[in-house]
């Protein structure tokens, strides 16, 4: 296996009295699809805003393979400016003409190009959720942080955007890291499978990913019991 | 096409969109014609409050005769003089208060207490420090300008989503591309609305100030005809005022329809 594109080593970190995580361990390699699942409140969000660098860790290294690495966050919310339109929001307005030309570009991929002058108020949320998968994805991020992004949408919208998610991350060979409280999500999207129980890692799991409903029932089902187990089981 | 269905066409919204047009207008033109019904058959004393066509006569004659352009012009200038040094020092401390903590602990502890103060009580003051002199009413309208300004733009600037910020932090915005994209856009709704509350401020004030100390301008000439018991002027005066705050909201929503037409376009 090449070098990992991201090593967390010993991760912990503390809000006050409470500590959301503790001696956090796994790595993630160039091209991989992983999903971080768990219970609410369980410490996955937390993971996700320390590689951001949004917050820093308390103890413990997060290690980057390169040190000006483009690392973009799909947040949960779609968190699109409601002042700009459509195509703007993909450019942050850029006055440069390279860049409006790609956020037309970006809109066809994902299917908008039809709304580019329209603002984000006007779409649905699947649409929106589009939109902001748009954006991350105009800097050609190296690493795709996706912080449950699909949560508030119908079962219907989150499975076509689960396809296309999946299709653009294989198709640009994009390293992701998705965070999801639902196990057959990771199951049918990631490469591997990582639950994250009281604040740290506690089982790994090979993903589905492009196999059938049946072995992505088996991975789900897998994951599922480790989750629910009230006795944490050792590292697998 | 036999079986095909006959859709009624569409109604016709022209004639409801032009009442609606008209909706706003009909009270006052209303109140105008029962005002001159009654001054023309004598239910009113007309020396005491003449009709509406004897003011517009009035009107007309000082237009004529220079004295309403004079009046009317430095009116004006001092309200937008005063409007630009209020808004202006308002919408820098605002910004300042409302980006910096810093700034925030050292002045607005200051700010509030001064604001607290009712403006048009300094008038005294004011005379004294400044004599009747148009730094005097600038002076003024500025004080009255500048709070509402100020509440505005700080609240604007510290109630932006915070989640939008740290987007922007995530997606590699400098300081300045914060500020200009994110910061300022999300705040203007609420400074816009301080704006539109300051216009009504800065004529409310102006009025006042024109009314107690000066030579001219349009308060001065409503105290100056009301000692001549020249009620034509007076009502003319009021008359002006009305017409002036109305274009103020007028350009107050103009403002709002060019920099919030994204909101427009959604509460469609």
Known sequence: ????????????????????????????????????????????????????????????????????????????????????TNVQNLSFKSSDPTQQARALAMLDTIGLADFANGYPSALSGGQKQRLALGRALMADPQLLLLDEPLGALDALTRRKMQASIAKICHDQQLTTLLITHDVEEAARMADRVIVIKDGTNIYEADGAKGQDAATIGTVAERVLEVILNPATPARG | ????????????????????????????????????????????????????????????????????????????????????????????FGMLNGLSKTARGLFDSTIQMLRNIPHLSLIPVVIILFGIGETAKISLVTVGVMFPIYINTFHGITSVDPELIEMGQAYGLSPKALLTKIVFPGALPTILVGVRYALGVMWTTLIVAETISSNSGIGYMATNAQEFMNMKTVLLCIVIYALLGKASDLIAKLLEAICLDWQVKRSR
């Open chain 2, 1 to 92: 096409m036999d079986n095909a269905t006959n859709l009624t066409p569409p109604r016709q919204q022209p004639r409801i969109y032009q009442f609606k047009q008209l909706l706003p207008w009909l009270i006052p033109i209303a109140l105008i014609l029962l005002w001159q019904v009654a001054g023309s058959l004598n239910w009113l004393s007309t020396t005491l409050l003449p009709t509406p066509w004897s003011v517009f006569q009035d009107g007309v004659s000082l237009w004529r005769a220079g004295e309403l352009p004079k009046n009317l012009g430095i009116s004006l200038y001092r309200a937008l003089m005063g409007f630009a040094l209020g808004a202006s020092i308002g919408f820098f």
């Open chain 1, 1 to 84: 296996m090449s070098e990992p594109l991201l090593t967390l080593e010993r991760i912990g970190k503390v809000y006050g009295a409470k500590m959301a995580l503790h001696d956090v361990n796994f790595s993630l390699y160039p091209g991989e699809f992983i999903a971080l699942v768990g219970m609410s409140g369980g410490g996955k969000s937390t993971i996700l805003r320390l590689i951001a660098q949004l917050e820093a860790p308390t103890s413990g290294e997060i290690t980057f393979a390169q040190s000006d690495m483009v690392t973009r966050v799909m947040f949960q919310n779609d968190r699109l400016l409601p002042w700009l």
